[in-house]
């Protein structure tokens, strides 16, 4: 049996076999406001769908129509996903943070006729809006605190009740219509993030997302035990939950905040995140550490090294240590001797003090927790090897919205660090030569077939969108004969995996997982009269930065001595106002969200010159700026 015929070859299909073959066991879990623990059977999830698709049909909604769904992790996002999707239409998910703005052009964009909202204070900001959304017919609240509502707005307690009595009445409204869902229709319309105002809509079908499904190399048991806290209408977190529903995986929601209780209480086997979390809990291991007895310090470092040194040989051996050159048969023979010498002299101490001392380390994730899948963003190497030595695995993933999401990833079988695993299978690639356009990879003209060679990544696979909705002008500058242009630089290691080396698209990705535009804030940046060019950088990394090319006429006429670019650039009163401005521009009250302000900053000695480091159309190289400057990129955010 193929595995879409396991599976499903819709989310409908999908929700109904796990319904079916999971019947009894707990779906999803929520805690109560005691403190105290309930949970959701998958058929007893199946059934509410059901419930609230049946009241949804009986409202008015079609067949294919979109559905605005606006909320955070929660169990009730799940429940109203379910009556989306059992109801033949498509979700427009977005979470509670989005701007006034966002929502206007999101609901418009998409035809939204129907809207969830979580709670109150999300209510009202769209009540406020609904004048300026006149196909908006219906909101559903989610959560109700008692109060009454307006016209207009619906409680899902209410439709949950609703469906059950038409169902219990005869009315098969809903059954029909997941029955009528091909895997070429819709599922959802997922807006990217970003400041521009105008964010694109990638529509994804049922076929997408069971490719997804089908084929993620992720071993997942009935029974497994999943935290979820990465956005979920992020497709990332989505694909992940909907891969735990279809192989009877339960899901606990938490959060930042709770994280540490929920690891301990839950004791997951099975998680998505984002390298931040690993970061931060890094931060946090080094911390105790220090602040631990001379002796417990003494032990960890010689446990670590000596489980490094353990780990590193067994994943040469294994073709699993990361390969970029491909070596000669004369480096093998000399590797393969220094790992077999380090792994003898280290697999005992190893074996002993993992046990005294690295074993503790692995009770901060539960006990019991045999894996991560890492994406939104690129981990830290020394992170990544920390986590995978001590035996908590990183399973490291690649992809983005516009391929629903997973085109690579890390399993345990193959955990080659420094890579985000080998391809999906069915899925191509190809390495591009930036300047030329000429394919890189694969190419048999080049040694290795053209692995290790550095160029744009172009994927085609059946997780690809086949267009931005609404907006043929984006789709022809990111898809040609169903090839995706992802915008990211990378390579084909000689281990048959891909390595991400970074962008040529212009959003940076921060290391929590939000995309972001730079040239809305470079434009704003520029409004200051001591700022001539600047280009905003800070890919993989915790916050932003800017490398800033200032004015030497306007600083000086605010009384900055200076003859140069190159002694304004040293100049403290300088720094002191651009630092002002930057402060004063870059802001919440300016329309800007906390992860897009600006923590550090250098000044230049000399202008992006053009033909160099501009396009003769003064566009910023960006790839070309950041190469010059990686070692003051690199000091910014050490010091930030």
């Not at 908006?136 to 439709?159: A, F, K, N, T």
């Not at 290795?448 to 696979?461: D, P, Q, S």
Request: charged share 20%.
């Amino acid at each position: 049996m193929s595995a879409s015929a396991q599976f499903g070859s819709t989310l409908t299909e999908v929700y109904s076999n796990a319904a079916r073959r999971y019947d009894g066991m707990p779906a999803f879990f929520r805690k109560e406001k005691g403190g105290s623990l309930s949970h959701v059977t998958f058929e007893g999830l199946f059934e509410r769908g059901l419930d609230l698709a049946t009241a949804l049909i009986a409202m008015g909604l079609e067949a294919r129509q979109h559905v605005g769904l606006i909320a955070d992790n929660r169990w009730e996002w799940i429940l109203s996903d379910y009556g989306i999707l059992l109801a033949g239409a498509a979700d427009v998910p977005r979470g509670s943070d989005v701007t006034d703005p966002e929502l206007l052009y999101i609901l418009t964009h998409s035809d939204a006729k129907v809207v969830f909202v979580e709670g109150r204070t999300l209510l009202r900001r769209l009540l406020d809006l609904r004048p300026q959304l006149p196909n908006v017919q219906h909101i559903i609240l989610m959560v109700s605190d008692g109060d009454p509502v307006d016209e207009g707005v619906h409680l899902l307690d209410d439709l949950l009740t609703q469906g059950a009595h038409l169902r219990a009445s005869g009315d098969h409204s809903a059954s029909d219509r997941m029955r009528a869902v091909k895997p070429s229709d819709l599922f959802t319309i997922i807006y990217t993030s970003g400041t521009t105002g105008t964010p694109k809509g990638v529509p994804l079908t049922h076929a997408n997302m069971c490719s997804q499904i089908e084929h993620l190399p992720i071993a997942l048991r009935p029974g497994d035990r999943a935290l979820s806290i990465l956005p979920i209408w992020h497709s990332y977190e989505r694909v992940f939950e909907m891969l735990c529903i279809s192989r009877g995986v339960s899901t606990h929601y938490t959060s930042l905040r709770a994280l540490g209780e929920d690891l301990k209480s839950v004791r997951p086997t099975v998680m998505a995140s984002a390298p931040r979390l690993w970061e931060n809990l890094y931060l946090k291991i080094l911390g105790s550490v220090k602040a631990a007895p001379k002796i417990r310090q003494t032990l960890f470092h010689i446990a670590y090294r000596t489980t490094r040194n353990v780990k590193r040989a067994e994943r040469f051996f294994l073709g699993q240590q990361l390969d970029i050159h491909g070596r000669s048969v004369f480096e093998s023979a000399f590797l393969a001797i220094k790992h077999s010498s380090a792994w003898f002299l280290s697999v005992l101490p190893a074996f002993l003090l993992d046990r005294l001392v690295l074993k503790k380390l692995r009770a901060i994730v539960g006990g019991e927790f045999r894996g991560t899948i890492s994406g939104g963003g690129a981990l830290q190497p020394h992170v990544d090897e920390f986590f995978n030595f001590i035996g908590i695995p990183v399973l490291e993933g690649y992809g983005m919205t516009e391929t629903s999401p997973v085109l690579a990833v890390r399993t345990w079988d193959n955990l080659v660090i420094g890579t985000v695993g080998a391809l999906y299978p069915h899925t191509q690639v190809r390495i591009v030569d930036l300047q030329t356009g000429a394919v890189l990879y694969p190419d048999t003209a080049h040694r290795g077939g053209g692995r290790g060679l550095r160029g744009e990544i172009h994927v085609k696979g059946p997780q690809v969108m086949s267009g931005y909705y609404k907006n043929p002008d984006a789709t022809a500058r990111v898809l040609s004969d169903g090839w995706m242009n992802t915008g990211d630089i990378g390579m084909v290691t000689f281990n048959d995996c891909l390595k991400i080396l970074g962008r040529s698209k212009d959003t940076i990705v921060l290391l929590n997982g939000e995309n972001i535009e730079p040239l809305p804030i470079e434009a704003r940046l520029l409004e200051s009269s001591y700022i001539d060019q600047c280009m905003v950088v800070g890919q993989d990394q915790k916050s932003l930065g800017v490398l800033i090319v200032p004015s030497l006429d306007h600083l000086r006429g605010a009384g900055v001595e200076a003859k140069s670019l190159a002694e304004i650039s040293l100049s403290a009163k300088a720094r002191q106002l651009v630092e002002e401005d930057i402060r004063n521009l870059i802001n919440h009250s300016a329309g800007f969200k906390s992860f897009e302000r600006i923590t550090s900053f250098r000044l230049l000695a000399k202008t992006f010159d053009v033909g160099d480091e501009m396009t003769n159309t003064f566009k910023l190289k960006r790839h070309v700026i950041t190469d010059r400057y990686a070692h003051l990129i690199a000091e910014m955010f050490h010091q930030a």
